[in-house]
């Protein structure tokens, strides 16, 4: 069964930078595409930005330029720095693979942005 463990969040002024990571177990991690997703308060789940096993990075959108996705094979660990945050990138943020999650998700980090 896979585990995933999100850490990293907290509370940041606007403009701010914060680096989150998770680790997984239970998976070959080096062969999976890893995803970082984000929910809001009263809002629907989303993607935010994904890695694949060869390294290749994309993004939503929103967060092109400011955000940047890494992974570290050698310690099952997947890796998002933040930077330039807003107050509308305050959520809840969890791992899982992509485009597809598995169907257990860890329980989040909590990254709220002040302005």
């Known amino acids: 069964q896979v585990q995933l463990v999100e850490s990293g969040g907290g509370l940041v002024q606007a403009g701010g930078s914060l680096r989150l990571s998770c680790a997984a177990s239970?998976?070959?991690?080096?062969?999976?595409?890893m995803g970082w997703y984000r929910q809001a308060p009263g809002n629907q789940r989303e993607w935010v930005a994904g890695?694949?096993?060869?390294?290749?990075?994309s993004y939503r959108d929103s967060v092109k330029g400011r955000f940047a996705i890494s992974r570290d094979n050698a310690k099952n660990t997947v890796y998002l720095q933040m930077n330039s945050l807003k107050p509308e990138d305050t959520a809840v943020y969890y791992c899982?693979?992509?485009?597809?999650?598995?169907?257990?998700w860890g329980q989040g980090t909590q990254v709220t942005v002040s302005s």
């Open positions: 890695i694949s096993s060869d390294g290749s990075t």
């Open positions: 899982n693979q992509a485009p597809r999650p598995w169907g257990s």
């Open positions: 239970g998976t070959i991690f080096s062969i999976n595409t």
